[in-house]
């Protein structure tokens, strides 16, 4: 079974600049998240998935993110336009949606600085 | 307060040895705790789920979890340079939102 996959791994961007990360869940999981982790911070909630639905984006931090998830399956996460403090590690984590609280499962992340 | 708060450590124990990893966290209600494993540069990694009040074993891992003074901890027996790594509690809280401490790191020295 193929994991979470992300990509890009990193990217390097200069603010003002649109950035767009992608998310492909373990296929035939229904919840999607995105995480972020600042340096030396915990890893914080943005938004959840269900399927191609919203339900839950109480995290994200303002209107210059985008999170978006056409047809349920892979996600895309764009920051337009970045700012400095937007730099950290994006992770996308996904569970199946069954009536028990499922266990997370990371990708790798995306390594953004915005310089 | 944070949700979920956990020493950032270093934590440094000898090969062989017990590591004991702790975690407490704020809201009372909430029923499902995780650990994960995260080395370095790479994704966390789940070992441990528990739901309920006591021990939970699973090889050389046991959680232990006490709702009524709200703690959850780790423990990691014979512990080998592999375990070497940063530990994240994780707490299921209602509206399907997950909180993280902010780990602890663990250094295993051969």
């Known amino acids: 079974e193929a994991g979470v996959t992300q990509f890009p791994s990193h990217s390097v961007i200069e603010k003002g600049q649109t950035v767009t990360l992608r998310c492909d869940p373990i296929s035939g999981h229904d919840n999607l998240y995105w995480y972020r982790r600042v340096m030396g911070k915990e890893i914080k909630f943005l938004l959840h998935?269900?399927?191609?639905?919203?339900?839950?984006e109480s995290g994200m931090p303002n209107n210059r993110f985008l999170a978006e998830r056409t047809g349920g399956t892979y996600s895309t996460l764009k920051v337009q336009p970045a700012e400095l403090e937007d730099s950290g590690v994006y992770f996308c984590?996904?569970?199946?949606?069954?009536?028990?609280?499922?266990?997370?499962?990371f990708g790798n992340g995306t390594r953004l600085t915005v310089t | 307060q944070k949700e979920v708060e956990q020493n950032s450590g270093p934590l440094s124990v000898p090969e062989g040895a017990i590591a004991s990893l702790n975690c407490t966290y704020s809201d009372r209600g909430s029923q499902s705790f995780f650990w994960y494993r995260q080395y370095s540069g790479k994704s966390p990694e789940l070992i441990m789920s528990i739901y309920s009040n006591g021990d939970k074993e699973d090889g050389r891992f046991t959680a232990q979890l006490n709702k009524a003074s709200q703690y959850v901890s780790l423990l990691i027996r014979d512990s080998q340079p592999s375990d070497s790594a940063t530990y994240l509690c994780?707490?299921?809280?209602?509206?399907?939102?997950?909180?993280f401490g902010t780990g602890t790191s663990l250094t295993v020295i051969p």
């Open positions: 984590a996904s569970s199946q949606a069954v009536n028990w609280v499922a266990p997370l499962h």
């Open positions: 994780a707490v299921h809280l209602t509206g399907n939102q997950f909180y």
């Open positions: 998935f269900v399927k191609e639905s919203k339900q839950d």
